[in-house]
C-alpha cells in the first residue's frame, strides 16, 4: 500500500509531486499551448537546484526551464537521453492515448536525473491553466 502524498512528498528523495503542486499552472499552460498549436506531445522541464531534501516547496524558487516536445520530435529526444527502447515505445503509445484536455504527460530531467509522469485527474485542467495564465498575464507587463 503506497502511504498518501502527503506523507511521501516530503520524504526520501522524490520532491517531483511537490514541484508539480507548486508549478501546475505554468505546467497546464505549456502543455496546452503546445497541444493547440503542435498536436499531442510531452511537456519538458529541466530542473535546476542542488538539494531536494533542504527545499521549501512553498518558499523557495525553484528554477527550471519547460517547453512542449511534439509527438513526431518525441522519439529523438528521448533517444537523445538514452532511455531504454521499451520505455520509448510506451511513451509513444501514451502520447497517442491520453487526453490533452484532462491529462498532462511530463518529463522532468533534474541534473541528469529523469522521472515521467502522466498527470490524470487534475485539479485544474490544461485548458484552464491556459485560461488562468493568460487572464493574469497583463498583471506582469510593464506599461
Keep these: 500500500m503506497q502511504p498518501q502524498d502527503s506523507t511521501w512528498q516530503g520524504c526520501g528523495s ?21 497541444f493547440v498549436t503542435q498536436g ?4 519538458v522541464c529541466d530542473v535546476v537546484f542542488t538539494d531536494a531534501m533542504s527545499m521549501d516547496w512553498k518558499n523557495d524558487v525553484v528554477e527550471y526551464t519547460a517547453w512542449f516536445v511534439p509527438e513526431l520530435q ?3 529526444y528521448l533517444q537523445s537521453l538514452e532511455l531504454e527502447t521499451d520505455l520509448i515505445a510506451r511513451l509513444i503509445d501514451t502520447v ?5 484536455a484532462q491529462d ?3 518529463l ?14 487534475l485539479a485544474i485542467s490544461p485548458p484552464e491553466c491556459h485560461q488562468q ?4 498575464w ?3 507587463q510593464l506599461d
Design 104 to 106: 498532462i504527460l511530463l
Design 74 to 76: 518525441i522519439p529523438a
Design 133 to 136: 495564465l493568460q487572464r493574469r
Design 96 to 100: 497517442q492515448t491520453y487526453h490533452p
Design 108 to 121: 522532468i530531467d533534474a541534473n541528469g536525473q529523469i522521472d515521467i509522469n502522466l498527470l490524470q485527474h
Design 138 to 140: 497583463a498583471e506582469f
Design 40 to 43: 499531442r506531445g510531452m511537456v
Design 14 to 34: 522524490y520532491w517531483q509531486n511537490s514541484f508539480i503542486c507548486e508549478n501546475l499552472l505554468s505546467l497546464g499552460h505549456a502543455a496546452w499551448q503546445g
